[in-house]
């Protein structure tokens, strides 16, 4: 009786001890990892509050203890070797948790908008045969952040996959094609393992990944933050608001909006008389079509004949991309809004509002600034019962011109879903990267900013700053210049691509960052070029000559300085490897140069050495020079190790906008 007493005590007692608890690791800590080499890398997470957190790593066996805090935060720096592995390393408060197939060797971040989101999957040049090649390289690792947003700095970043994998077909398909042919370079180039972050959401706004602290430099963003520091937390808080807040914008726009009466829709109505409308072409910018320097609202109307068969039928209505934002009508009934000016729009037709006969198509379409309207793919522009019954919606359309934007109330922001919103990428995508230990970053960003280009010239050197200030050291930062786009340049024209290439330019200013020039290779029609290889094959001549010493040609030529003569202009460069030369071996095209009436005239431009001299007969006392200067120009200067020089301007000529 007495041992059967003891043994029931003995078994109370442990019932009381607290039980061991595993440590939690963030979702950026998983097998498959690449660790930086050389450098004390940390980690962290939570256990148990106070208890003591011991780290083993297999490459040298030396363990590293701390205690987590009250909370049960805790973290640890651990010294890393040469490149090498595959190691494991060890965790445990009691309670051990080991990550398997570790790497040690190179790190990098790549970020941005769609360009660097475009996934080799997504039909990249050669992508066929890339995907053969990338079960080669499985020393190649991958982490992919999810797209999340949030008001307030996060902790925990959301991940796919599960964390990081093994370079192989299946995981390349869905990952960024310029960072993964990056590293792939840097992979054959070094020998050592890399190890890629994917951060980056398609027309996603430099200002969305930089922290409100940083943005508060800038006097433009201090009211944005400040409407940040009053948002709810909760998805679920900000959802209500944005409800709110849409339909008293609703109330006060249907007074703001001639297309409506009493309250009443009546420019979406299939019954409307459109006839006294223009006509206006989609796909295709607005701008480009008589309505130069436009921005606010225009009303956009296409009638189409809904088959007998169709009728009572649910439907599905593409319209392609839309810049910058839409709400769009069905014989009167909205049927989709969406905000965003890289997003495709596809919206359902419910089948209650389809019958037979005349249908009417309105979108008010809501530009910003910049170039705007429905563009794209023609393809991607129809009404469709199934992929191989549609309606085609390309061609000509009839249009009205709406409200200007200071005319109409501001559009609120949906908070709980909306990714362009200052600071709100930054802490969700970045935030909880930062600590992890990085060689450095790269970043494909500036279409959705072309409209403040030059804000821009302050934003990206603030937003590197920001990143650097948060890791505690300058990494490499490497840019990719936006690549030709648009209608090809048949004359000297003002730009916002331009501006904005040059402001990404400008940049370089900042020390140790580095530009990747794409205006070869960019594609008229297409804002996404397929060319990646090309584009992760010059951000890493960049590392690996800059970051990682070796002595090769980085950069096409980039403009230094200029010199006035009589009747010429003299143009130096820096990065003219093997001299200057032209890409085609073709005379010199794409400079242009202007007096002091300010007005640009193609110029004659040669080759003398490390400059070029820039002239013009009907330019007899030249003041100014650009090249490259327009959306999509026709420019042909490259060094000898056949790098495209960069678009460049010597003035710095404001030039007016009609809003």
Known sequence: MKSIRTLLLLLAGALTLPAAAKVKLPA???DNMVLQQRCDAPFWGEATPGATVRLTASWDGRSYETAADAAGRWRLEVATPAAGGPYTVTITDGSPVTLANVLVGEVWICSGQSNMEMRVGDRVTDMERELALADGFPEIRLLHIDNTTSPVPLDEAKVRHGGWQVCSAKNVFDFSAAGYFFGKELREHLGVPIGLIETCWGG???????????????????????????????????????HEEIDRWRVEMAEADPAFEGGVLRWGDASFDDSAWGEIAAPGFVQEQGLNGFSGFLWMRKTVD???SWAGKELTLDLAIIDDNDFTYFNGVEVGHTEGCMTFRSYTVPAHLVEAGKATI?????????????????AGMALRRSKRDFIPLAGAWKYKVGPRLSEAPELPVNTATEANYPTFLYNAMLHPLVGYGIRGAIWYQGEANVA???QYCDLLPLMIRDWRRAWGYDFPFYIV????????????????????????????????????????????????????AEVGRRLSLLARAETYGERIPSSGPLYASYRLTDRTVRIRFTHTDGGLTTSDGAPLEGFWI?????????????????EVVVSSDEVPCPVAVRYGWADNPVCNLANGAGLPASPFRTDDWARSRTY
């Open 306 to 308: 809904i088959p007998a």
């Open 452 to 454: 403040r280009a030059a």
């Open 28 to 30: 950026i800590f998983t």
């Open 362 to 378: 309105a979108v008010r379409v809501m530009d910003t600034g910049g170039k705007g309207g429905i563009y794209g793919d023609a």
């Open 204 to 242: 996603t706004l430099a200002e969305a990944w930089t922290s409100g602290g940083s943005l508060y430099d800038i006097p433009y963003f201090r009211d944005r933050v400040e409407q940040v520091k009053r948002l709810p937390s909760s998805t679920e808080a900000r959802t209500q608001l944005f």
């Open 481 to 532: 210049q936006l690549a030709n786009y648009m209608k090809v340049q048949e004359g000297p024209e003002e730009s916002e691509w331009a501006e904005l290439r040059d402001a990404q330019r400008r940049t370089l200013a900042l020390e140790n960052t580095g530009l990747a020039v794409a205006i070869d290779i960019g594609e008229a029609d297409d804002i996404h070029p397929k060319n990646k």
């Open 594 to 610: 202007a007096g002091g009436d300010h007005v640009f005239h193609a110029a004659k431009a040669t080759i003398e050495g490390d």
